[in-house]
């Protein structure tokens, strides 16, 4: 046989087999990436009392009577991840949004903004923020973004993951959860929801609180 054909065949031969070990190496890591998330998952949906999906890499439940939710997601300003915990807490009302931004150049702290259609908002939540996410961030140095959508009736927290593998743990997955919690009563008064003052979520059954007379 021309050397020159044994040469391609064998160069052949050893792109195949190289494009085989590649393949079976990516399913190897794909599974050990899937196995990882889901042992990083699972306490959370102990805590919810509910499931993990890994395809959604993300956790459904139910928390103090609120339908809550812990997402792996892609950040909306950039290449990373984030993970969201959100709970179901509707309020009606306007959007809003306040956001944590890193300042790239020397060592302040990152610039917060609040947005929302409605400029009366934010000085309606009357919120303390930093000495309320004491429990689950340093407030003058982590980012985050935190927000309302009436249309889901969502209230969501989001923090950017530094690895893949950065999944908060049941503990804080719990804080986080109170967190939103406590921020539903605080966001229904601001909003002028009539049940304002009810301190718990709502179940599929039950019936929203009758609003005050007058309201």
Known sequence: MNPYISFSI???????????????????FNRRAKID?????????????????????AVQGRYAGHLVEGRVARAGDGPGRVFQTSIVDAAGGTAWERTSTAI????????????SADS????????????????????????YCVDYDPASGRLRFQRPMRTRRDIPSQE???RQLDFLVALGPINRRAQGAPDADWTGGRRAGEARPAAEPGS
């Open 172 to 174: 804080a997955f719990r």
């Open 104 to 115: 790239k150049q020397g060592e302040e702290p990152p610039r917060v903004s609040f947005s």
């Open 120 to 143: 009366n908002l934010e000085p309606a939540l009357a919120v303390v923020w930093d000495q309320m996410m004491e429990p689950v961030l340093q407030p003058g140095a982590d980012r």
């Open 37 to 57: 998330l889901g042992e990083a998952l699972a306490p959370l949906a102990e805590l919810a009392e509910g499931e993990v999906d890994l395809e959604e890499a």
């Open 10 to 28: 064998a160069m052949c031969l050893i792109v195949l087999l190289s494009l085989g070990v590649t393949a079976y190496l990516a399913v190897m």
